[in-house]
DNA sequence: ACTATATAATGCGACATCGTATTAGATGGA
DNA sequence: TCCATCTAATACGATGTCGCATTATATAGT
């Protein structure tokens, strides 16, 4: 019996990715339309971070975190400084080094954000249940591990 | 009985698109650690599409099979074609407009992209089995065809 | 303690992406 | 036919991302 055609792991694997770059894409301008002009989904993203996660953590910890180099975190940082979203402090730790912390002006401008694009999501989820997100979710993730480790390490 | 912790669709759909982007960068890297060095990702993947669909069409086809702005495919193409891999000829049909073709050279660029990539494509599949991406694969679909059309339409 | 090496952050330059404005050509109505 | 409007492509400017080089500090070996 002859099975589907035998798209290739290569094929597939490309094929894969170039669905995720199409949803970042369309994420990515999702979000940014809701965003206070100038404002991008990565400076949201070290802000989320920063409160889901845990601020008072370094430039480094965060480029790691995004997977970005530290040039591009940096930049990211001195934009939500700029902004006063977050501030920094000598790391009591390491003199070269220095920690972030979110301020209130940064949890207030990702609530707001958040707020912003919950009706997007509302819409998209009113009729794509969220429940085969959950169900992708582990392969996501796992994938993304494998490739993190192989990276680094 | 209390269910998981009920995560909203709100944070499913966060957690899904961090994840999506995180992916997003991780690929993007190791694709272009295996390109010829000043060619990306964006200008590989249009060579793929004008031979794994067609080629003729005009820029504005491409920016939209794409998702991205006008500006920037014509940037791509402009890369593309000072490096004679495509080349384009006046539309027939339209005097403001013209087509895209790859060159004999872009096809070898590409076969040769492939190639280089195929390792560590390799690499991976050799941990993480197609199978699960071919799962996953019809929920990203499904996602994007509905942000495509909620964008546009 | 001294020196070599490693590491955190940043300055700088190259380039991709994208919004706005412009130009050339198409299209439809009077 | 003529004009108003629309559309394809592009020039231009702003900004994000990233690699390379630099500076300041930490760490390890002697």
Same mark, same amino acid.
């Given at each position: 019996?002859? #099975? @589907? =055609?035998?798209?290739?792991? &290569? +094929?597939?694997?490309? +094929?894969?990715?170039?669905?995720? /770059?199409?949803?970042? $894409? &369309?994420?990515?301008?999702?979000? !940014?339309?809701?965003?206070? =002009? /100038?404002?991008?989904?990565?400076?949201?993203?070290?802000?989320?971070?920063?409160?889901?996660?845990? #601020?008072?953590?370094?430039?480094?910890? &965060?480029?790691?975190?995004?997977?970005? =180099?530290?040039?591009?975190?940096?930049?990211?940082?001195?934009?939500?400084?700029?902004?006063?979203?977050? %501030?920094? !402090? =000598?790391?009591?730790? #390491?003199?070269?080094?220095?920690?972030?912390?979110? @301020?209130? +002006? /940064?949890?207030?401008?990702? !609530?707001?954000?958040? *707020?912003?694009? +919950?009706? #997007?999501?509302? /819409?998209?989820?009113?009729?794509?249940?969220?429940?085969?997100?959950?169900?992708?979710?582990?392969?996501?993730? *796992?994938?993304? $591990? &494998?490739?993190?480790? %192989?990276?680094?390490?």
């Amino acid at each position: 019996m002859p #099975d @589907t =055609p035998p798209a290739s792991d &290569l +094929a597939r694997f490309f +094929a894969f990715f170039n669905e995720v /770059g199409i949803l970042n $894409q &369309l994420s990515t301008a999702m979000f !940014e339309a809701r965003l206070p =002009p /100038g404002f991008t989904v990565s400076q949201f993203a070290v802000l989320n971070h920063l409160i889901r996660v845990k #601020d008072g953590r370094t430039p480094l910890d &965060l480029a790691r975190a995004f997977q970005v =180099p530290k040039t591009t975190m940096t930049h990211s940082l001195s934009v939500l400084e700029r902004h006063a979203l977050v %501030r920094t !402090e =000598p790391n009591p730790n #390491d003199g070269r080094s220095k920690c972030v912390w979110i @301020t209130d +002006a /940064g949890r207030a401008f990702r !609530e707001t954000a958040i *707020a912003a694009l +919950a009706p #997007d999501i509302a /819409g998209i989820a009113a009729v794509f249940p969220s429940s085969d997100l959950q169900a992708a979710m582990p392969v996501l993730t *796992a994938l993304r $591990q &494998l490739m993190d480790s %192989r990276r680094d390490g």
